[in-house]
C-alpha cells in the first residue's frame, strides 16, 4: 500500500519554514509548546508537519509581543474563539506596565538633572490621636497591589459591621515595604473603628499610635504608583526637612468618595509621620 502521507520536515527544514531557531525549537519541545510529530529513537532525530508551521509561526509572533511562555501555553490549549481574547488581555497589560514604565524613566531623568518635577504639591501638617484599628496584611507584587487594596477596604468594613462595631476613620493603607517589580512589601490595610471586634482568619486587631504626620491630597487622575511618586517624594522631604522619621511607614488615607470622584478630584492622601524638630524657646 502507498503511504499518502505527507511527506515529514527535518528540524532543519521546519527551522527554515517557521523561522524559529533551533534553540527555540528544542525549548518549545520541552516546554510541550510544539513537540515535534515523530522522535526517532534510535538517532533522535525530530520531524515536524507541515502544519505545525502555522503554529510556530504564532507562537513566534507571541513572543515578539512578550507574552509569557506560560501565557502561549494556555492560549495554544483555549479554544479558537477564545484566543484573540487572550491577545488582547496580554496587550492592554503590556501597554499598562509600558505606561508606567514610561512615567518611572521622565521622573528618572528629572531626579538626575534636579529638574522640578512637573507636579508639585502643597505639603501640611497634623496630628493623629491613637486609633484601634482591624487590619489584614499581606506580600504582592505591584500589579496585584489595586485590587487587593479595594477588596480588603470592602472586607474590613463588612467585618466591622458584620460584629456591631462602627468605622471610626478614613481606611489607611500601609506600606511595609517597598511594592514593585521585585519588591512585595508587605503591605498592610487597616479601618479604624470603635466597639468590640474579635479578630478571624487573617484578620487582626491592633493599636495605631500617635503621631504627626507630613501629608498631600493627591486627585484620582494621579493615583497611579509613577505619579504617586512624585507625593511620596514631597511628604518625605517635608519631615526630613522639619524633624525626624519616626518608625512609622508610610501611608495612603482614603477619606474620599473613590467610586465617585472624578480625575480631577480629590481622591485620597499620601502621608509621612515623623517626629518633629523642637522649636527653640
Known amino acids: 500500500m502507498t503511504d ?22 528544542r525549548l518549545y519541545d520541552e516546554l510541550g509548546l510544539l513537540p515535534p510529530e515523530r522522535v526517532e529513537e534510535a538517532s533522535g532525530y525530530r520531524y515536524y508537519t507541515a502544519e505545525q508551521v502555522e503554529t510556530a509561526r504564532l507562537i513566534a509572533l507571541l513572543r515578539v509581543i512578550e507574552m509569557p511562555l506560560v501565557d502561549i501555553r494556555a492560549l495554544l490549549e483555549a479554544p479558537p474563539e477564545e484566543r484573540a481574547h487572550l491577545v488582547e488581555t496580554h496587550w492592554a497589560a503590556a501597554q499598562g506596565l509600558h505606561t508606567r514604565r514610561a512615567a518611572v524613566a521622565r521622573h ?23 486609633q484601634t484599628v482591624v487590619t489584614t496584611r499581606r506580600r504582592l507584587f505591584l500589579p496585584d497591589l489595586s485590587a487587593y487594596i479595594g477588596s480588603s477596604i470592602d472586607r474590613l468594613y463588612a467585618e466591622v459591621r458584620a460584629q456591631g462595631a462602627e468605622p471610626a476613620g478614613a481606611p489607611i493603607v500601609i506600606y511595609h515595604g517597598e511594592v514593585g517589580v521585585d519588591s512585595d512589601g508587605p503591605v498592610e490595610v487597616c479601618v479604624p473603628y470603635t466597639g468590640t471586634l474579635r479578630p478571624s482568619g487573617d484578620l487582626s486587631l491592633r493599636e495605631e499610635r500617635a503621631h504627626t504626620e507630613a501629608f498631600v491630597t493627591v486627585r484620582k487622575a494621579d493615583f497611579e504608583y509613577h505619579e504617586l511618586m512624585a507625593a511620596y517624594d514631597a511628604v518625605d522631604r517635608y519631615a526630613r526637612a522639619h524633624g525626624t522619621r519616626n518608625g512609622l511607614s508610610v501611608r495612603e488615607v482614603y477619606p474620599y468618595d473613590w467610586e465617585g470622584a472624578g480625575p480631577d478630584d ?12 523642637e522649636v527653640p524657646a
Open 266 to 277: 480629590p481622591a485620597g492622601e499620601v502621608a509621612c509621620p515623623f517626629h518633629p524638630a
Open 4 to 25: 499518502t502521507r505527507p511527506p515529514l520536515l527535518t528540524t532543519g527544514a521546519f527551522s527554515r519554514a517557521s523561522r524559529l531557531s533551533l534553540k527555540a525549537l
Open 108 to 130: 528618572l531623568i528629572h531626579t538626575l538633572r534636579g529638574d522640578p518635577m512637573p507636579r508639585s504639591y502643597e505639603v501640611q501638617r497634623r496630628d493623629v490621636p491613637a
